[in-house]
């Protein structure tokens, strides 16, 4: 039974990739850290004792605390930012809990940089798979990420002047790899490979490159990303609108594949 004050693993990972999902607030100690380097997916690693700084950032948010085993360090530190007026929650079992149930961890090595509000860039006008990555970064990733179009030709460079981390070019560290989209490299390389990202990954991928036979869902999502590029010619706003549009597929793949509707059927 879940008690007072703490979140079960599984719950928390209902709520990631949604836009429902507390903060992850990952207070690890250094050298446990270095032991076991990865993070619950969108956990920002913050000094336990230095919490009071990010409490203006986390108002108006719940938070979920992670330490390595669920006990002093994360207890202490929700308990701390609850006095601070902020819902706080401690993850039960910590990281090595999460890790046991076999839930999906990023690797620290796959982060381009510690630290909060990570700096990506790419091509503008985006469609498919440059709407689908931002979104599982947000999602699952770094919810503060920020994104940066520009033309082809400037992306790596950009990237190197700005401390950005480019995608969806070739030579870029996140690209197509064979016939897998982007979407997929990082579904992969953020160890993320669950049964409802793969899914999505599936319809991204048949959809970003004209394989609409690898999924029924392909062809509807290749019809309202070229709308929404109709729709927005800025590319933010473009990004934006379709974040909400990964969010119901998400779900769809994640426990709503089997709903039906039939109208007829209401009608009678």
């Known amino acids: 039974m879940t008690r007072f004050n703490?979140?079960?693993?599984?719950?928390?990972?209902?709520?990631?990739?949604t836009p429902r999902s507390p903060r992850v607030i990952d207070v690890t100690l250094d050298e446990d850290f270095a032991d076991n380097?990865?993070?619950i997916p969108t956990a920002q690693r913050f000094p336990h004792d230095?919490?009071?700084?990010?409490?203006?950032?986390?108002?108006g948010q719940s938070v979920v605390t992670v330490c390595q085993k669920g006990l002093k360090l994360s207890q202490g530190a929700a308990a701390l930012l609850r006095t601070l007026g902020i819902p706080a929650e401690t993850l039960e079992g910590g990281?090595?809990?999460?890790?046991?149930?076999?839930?999906p961890r990023v690797p620290a090595t796959?982060?381009?940089?510690?630290?909060?509000?990570?700096?990506?860039?790419?091509?503008?006008?985006?469609?498919?798979?440059?709407?689908?990555?931002?979104?599982?970064?947000?999602?699952?990733?770094?919810?503060?990420a920020r994104f940066l179009f520009v033309s082809p030709s400037e992306v790596q460079g950009v990237a190197d002047r700005f401390g950005a981390t480019a995608f969806d070019v070739p030579g870029a560290p996140w690209?197509?790899?064979?016939?897998?989209?982007?979407?997929?490299?990082?579904?992969a390389g953020f160890g993320l490979s669950t049964e409802p990202l793969e899914r999505l990954a599936q319809i991204v991928r048949g959809a970003d490159t004209?394989?609409?036979?690898?999924?029924?869902?392909?062809?509807?999502?290749?019809?309202?990303?070229?709308?929404?590029?109709?729709?927005?010619s800025r590319d933010l706003e473009q990004l934006e609108a379709g974040l909400p549009l990964y969010d119901a597929l998400y779900r769809w793949a994640r426990d709503g594949q089997n709903e039906v509707h039939n109208s007829a059927q209401v009608a009678s």
């Open 210 to 232: 004209d394989r609409p036979d690898l999924a029924p869902e392909c062809a509807g999502l290749l019809a309202l990303s070229v709308g929404l590029s109709r729709t927005f």
């Open 50 to 59: 230095d919490l009071q700084q990010l409490a203006p950032a986390l108002s």
């Open 6 to 17: 703490t979140i079960s693993a599984h719950a928390l990972m209902r709520l990631i990739g």
């Open 110 to 144: 796959s982060l381009p940089a510690p630290g909060r509000g990570t700096l990506w860039v790419t091509r503008h006008r985006p469609r498919i798979d440059r709407i689908a990555c931002p979104w599982l970064i947000r999602r699952f990733v770094d919810p503060q």
């Open 37 to 39: 380097p990865f993070l």
């Open 95 to 103: 990281n090595l809990g999460w890790q046991e149930l076999g839930l």
């Open 175 to 187: 690209t197509h790899i064979g016939s897998a989209c982007t979407f997929d490299s990082m579904v």
